[in-house]
């Protein structure tokens, strides 16, 4: 069974999925739907993605989509290291606008569930980092929003010792907290 560890924005975990060792390298089940259900987390996934970023300090986020096409995203790394990072966006939340930050890397296999109501996001700590997740609904571009990643109101404490950052005209563009449509309503 994989560790897991409640993270301390509601909702947000940490799993690590059993390694297997032996002479021919591992083995490793990196996603186990019963698993989650038996702690408490209902997905049901229908997307999975996979990004390879080339440069250290390559910045993607914070993204997210809205209802009724919202994300669970159970995020891994599977070559190089990431500064993951989700932004609790569910208006009614007590800790809304508040952030928490996690390594992941190929080396733990660590990964994070990001639940609906989160803007997700990372930082490449590594060259040639790829990312693979899973996602609970598809791809929409009607529905796709993104909040700036150093909005001084949401204040992400990014490592800085990754160089000149590598971020997307689209991602420097977004708009700030203040200006983005965020979750209302029960999540
Ligand atoms: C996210 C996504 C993008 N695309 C296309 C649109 C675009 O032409 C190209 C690149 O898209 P983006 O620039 O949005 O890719 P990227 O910046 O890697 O977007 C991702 O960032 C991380 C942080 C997330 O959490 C993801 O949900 C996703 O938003 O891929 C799809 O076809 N399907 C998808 O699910």
């Known amino acids: 069974m994989p560790e897991i560890r409640a993270l301390r924005l509601d909702g947000v ?12 390298g591992f083995f490793s089940e990196t996603y186990n739907a019963a698993f989650l259900a038996a702690n408490g987390i209902k997905t049901t996934f229908v997307q999975d993605n996979h990004s390879y970023s080339a440069d250290v300090g390559t910045l993607r986020g914070l993204h997210y989509q809205l209802p009724p096409r919202a994300q669970v995203k159970l995020v891994r790394v599977v070559r190089g290291r990431v500064f993951d990072v989700v932004v609790d966006l569910r208006e009614q939340s007590p800790t809304f606008a508040k952030w928490l930050g996690i390594e992941l890397s190929a080396a733990t296999g660590n990964q994070i569930l ?7 996001g990372f930082l490449t700590l590594e060259p040639d980092t790829e990312v693979l997740y899973k996602v609970g609904d598809f791809y929409s571009p009607d529905h796709e929003r993104a909040v700036r990643f ?5 204040a992400i404490d990014w490592p800085a010792d990754v160089g000149r950052l590598r971020i ?3 991602d420097q563009r977004a708009p700030l907290l203040a200006n983005a449509a965020v979750f209302v309503g029960a999540a």
């Open 13 to 24: 975990f940490e799993l690590t999925p059993r390694k297997f060792d032996d002479d021919r």
């Open 114 to 120: 990001v639940p609906v109501g989160f803007a997700h």
């Open 150 to 154: 150093d909005d001084p109101e949401i």
């Open 168 to 170: 997307s005209t689209k």
